[in-house]
């Protein structure tokens, strides 16, 4: 039988992935490609996740691919047909995006160990969700001796210099702007309003970031002293000894899921079956509850404790009560012109 150019080139790619990591099989063709957003959660999945994927399957070889939800469908999308991603992580508005575009399997409900263990709003079949994100207010108690209690707060003149948000590429920052609409008369389908808003905090602004971890940094950095935030990356960053603070504004903190979705024509499709699956186990999910990672639990098996408990919510069922959980159907219909809009008019 004559060797054809493609399995020659198949073969090629096989034995050069081997040589690279040692611990690839020739049954794994390349390594399984899990899609992990920047800062907190490369850290978490990076010291969580991997190590208990590695021991479900018999030390398989991953490596993190980190960013944003928007560039995973990019990349996924510009090779399909054989796409360098098997797992992708996303927010409600991208993941509507990339189930939309047929980027993503149907996760296979009837294998999984975890799935009917889910509360309901996190069992989703396209992808189900592994993990809630909770935006609120972040403050440096060192140089805010009042804590902020409203969004509004952001716009008090004596933060002038000081405000940090990011662009609207990421769900925290779309998020926020429309929670600033809805307090200005707006709404999911019409952020004229946060527009108007935030052109006015434009001379307080410290920094535009690009993504939720690189606003974390800014704390970090002392270049800002109060900012919209996600819970999880503020604790990581009080965890390593960072003046930082997290607090629920009164209009409520908004709530995300955060699903993960087996990418379509993965290579790796069984691989990144169990590498889910390992994510929505209560041993997994309850690591990643405790300190520094702070990641709110889905699995409603997993008893809510410390911090996350005290400041956020007692169980998943409160959760899902207690918080702003936004359209996000909608919020897809004007969010590309959105993007645009504020890349010209507040990111320059």
Do not use: C
Not at 169 to 196: C, D, R, W, Y
């Amino acid at each position: 039988m004559s060797l054809t150019r493609r399995s020659l080139l198949g073969s090629a790619l096989t034995l050069a992935a081997m040589e690279l990591f040692p611990g690839l099989s020739e049954a794994q063709a390349r390594p399984l490609v899990y899609a992990v957003f920047t800062g907190s959660w490369e850290v978490a999945a990076k010291d969580v996740v991997v190590p208990a994927f590695r021991k479900a399957s018999d030390n398989a070889t991953i490596v993190l691919d980190p960013m944003l939800s928007m560039d995973q469908i990019a990349k996924v999308r510009a090779s399909s047909a054989n796409p360098s991603i098997d797992v992708m992580l996303h927010d409600p508005g991208p993941a509507l995006v990339a189930i939309g575009q047929g980027l993503v399997e149907a996760y296979p409900v009837d294998r999984s160990k975890y799935y009917s263990h889910l509360i309901p709003a996190a069992q989703e079949p396209m992808g189900p969700a592994g993990f809630f994100q909770v935006v609120g207010l972040t403050y440096n108690p060192e140089t805010v001796k009042t804590p902020p209690t409203s969004w509004a707060d952001l716009w008090n003149p004596a933060y002038k210099g000081r405000v940090g948000i990011t662009n609207l590429n990421s769900t925290l920052g779309t998020g926020f702007m429309v929670e600033i609409a809805k307090m200005h008369g707006g709404s999911e389908s019409n952020i004229e309003p946060a527009f108007q808003q935030i052109a006015a905090l434009k001379p307080s602004l410290a920094a535009v970031a690009a993504n939720p971890g690189a606003l974390a940094s800014l704390y970090q950095q002392g270049q800002i002293d109060v900012s919209p935030g996600n819970f999880n990356a503020i604790q990581i960053l009080k965890a390593q000894g960072v003046p930082v603070e997290f607090v629920a504004p009164k209009e409520g903190a908004i709530a995300f899921k955060t699903t993960m979705h087996i990418t379509k024509n993965s290579p790796n499709a069984a691989l990144a079956f169990k590498l889910i699956e390992v994510a929505l186990s209560p041993e997994v999910q309850t690591k990643l509850m405790e300190a520094p990672y702070l990641i709110v639990p889905t699995n409603a098996d997993v008893k809510m404790t410390g911090e996350i408990a005290k400041v956020l919510a007692k169980d998943q069922d409160d959760l899902t009560k207690k918080f702003v959980f936004q359209d996000w159907k909608t919020i897809n219909q004007g969010r590309a012109g959105w993007i645009d809009r504020f890349n010209r008019e507040i990111s320059t």
